[in-house]
């Protein structure tokens, strides 16, 4: 019974205060039509208190969520089933369901009649707009009457688990002899003069079968060649993402930082899908993920939930002590980066090794300029140590198109191959 009153709301108390000060007035005054006033007031709100406690224990509610992952800026669907039990009337419920604001706006049903041989059926949208493992719920329902003398609050549902994954952009080519690295064999991709197909050229080894020298690369080098078979796809690529909070600038969905995750994962499934073994670090070595070049969605699945995850680190210089992609080609998605951290990043890095780096104009994200002649001093300076050591650079500002840095980025590949007709 205690619990029933405390659901009474500011008018069932008033009504509630009114029938026993009516009926004390009865006493007084020895007025009995009174005191059955008093009575029915009093037993009004205690009855409803009672009527609706007893129907909020057989309310009942399932939760989907359509999909449970979802990308940056793509619909999504939350469905709602609500429910009774027993043959006790239920009075007007109101449903609120807890939705982050990074989710959309939270949503509100009220249901005035709910029957007891069927379930009811509701949905609203979800429009994420930031990246992260986010929780929809609780759903509380807030019972009434149609007097509005009582409710009572109730969690129906606890949370469940959305993971929103950073948007990904459709890119198009390769760099000339990606995904070659270093391998076991050393290899060095060729292309060869026109009506040949390409082929993957080291060199000669004792012991190696004199049916596979390839001439044309002896002569070029004046050194026996010799045909590799299958390229080693072992070598693969690593992809290197800078994500510490002071190399980043700007808040939110338009931070560089979520450019920057938006990209590394763009890079990874288009190399993936293009049959190349992928791994995924941070600027100090941490691997993310480490996918093969064959397999399912399921490698996708893999690189974009660890990047929906990831949150800022806050490491303020780039430390390595090793060469981060351990002898493989090495794509590093950059902000604001000091000289010691270009020297981190390119003093353990093979010469042999192509290296190449997005360098992202972070200031340009607080500023909203994304014009070259405006890039701030520091990412000139970046650019030209980056150049000096070997690496092939592109400066992305906040309106760069991904398709549009990945194909420029492409070209410098090409641009700074030295090795026999264009290899690494």
Not at 51 to 62: D, K, P, Q, V
């Amino acid at each position: 019974m205690l619990r029933a009153l405390s659901g009474l709301t500011t008018r069932g108390r008033c009504l509630l205060a009114a029938g026993v000060a009516a009926a004390a007035c009865s006493f007084v005054l020895n007025e009995r039509d009174l005191l059955r006033v008093a009575v029915f007031v009093i037993a009004l709100p205690l009855l409803v208190a009672f009527f609706i406690s007893a129907t909020r224990l057989r309310l009942g509610a399932a939760r989907s969520l359509r999909p449970e992952r979802v990308s940056v800026g793509s619909p999504g669907e939350v469905q709602l089933e609500l429910w009774r039990n027993g043959r006790l009337p239920a009075g007007e419920v109101l449903l609120e369901d807890g939705v982050p604001y990074a989710l959309g706006s939270r949503p509100r049903f009220v249901v005035e009649r709910l029957p007891h041989d069927r379930r009811v059926a509701l949905r609203y949208p979800l429009q994420p707009v930031l990246r992260g493992i986010q929780q929809v719920g609780p759903l509380r329902a807030t019972i009434t009457d149609p007097f509005g003398l009582c409710e009572f609050e109730r969690e129906l549902i606890g949370h469940s688990r959305l993971v929103v994954v950073p948007k990904v952009a459709g890119l198009w080519g390769l760099p000339s002899g990606a995904g070659i690295g270093a391998g076991d064999d050393g290899s060095i991709r060729l292309h060869a003069g026109q009506g040949e197909s390409d082929v993957i050229v080291r060199q000669y080894r004792q012991g190696d079968d004199l049916r596979k020298v390839h001439w044309r690369s002896t002569a070029r080098r004046d050194e026996i060649m010799v045909r590799v078979e299958e390229r080693p796809w072992r070598g693969g690529t690593t992809v290197l993402l800078d994500h510490r909070a002071a190399a980043h600038h700007g808040t939110g969905p338009a931070a560089s930082l979520e450019w920057a995750v938006s990209f590394a994962a763009s890079v990874a499934l288009h190399l993936r899908r293009s049959g190349h073994r992928v791994r995924l670090i941070t600027e100090h070595g941490q691997t993310l993920a480490d996918t093969p070049g064959e397999g399912g969605e399921h490698y996708d699945n893999v690189v974009l939930d660890v990047l929906a995850a990831l949150q800022p680190a806050h490491q303020r210089d780039i430390t390595l002590g090793h060469d981060p992609a351990e002898g493989q080609e090495l794509i590093a998605v950059l902000g604001t980066v000091s000289n010691e951290s270009v020297h981190e990043l390119s003093r353990y890095r093979p010469r042999g090794i192509r290296s190449l780096a997005v360098l992202l104009d972070t200031p340009g994200w607080s500023s909203g300029v994304n014009r070259p002649e405006n890039r701030a001093a520091a990412t000139e300076e970046s650019v030209a140590l980056l150049r000096a050591a070997g690496w092939g650079v592109v400066v992305a500002g906040p309106g760069s198109p991904m398709p549009q840095v990945w194909a420029e980025l492409c070209q410098t590949a090409t641009r700074r191959g030295t090795l026999i007709g264009g290899g690494l």
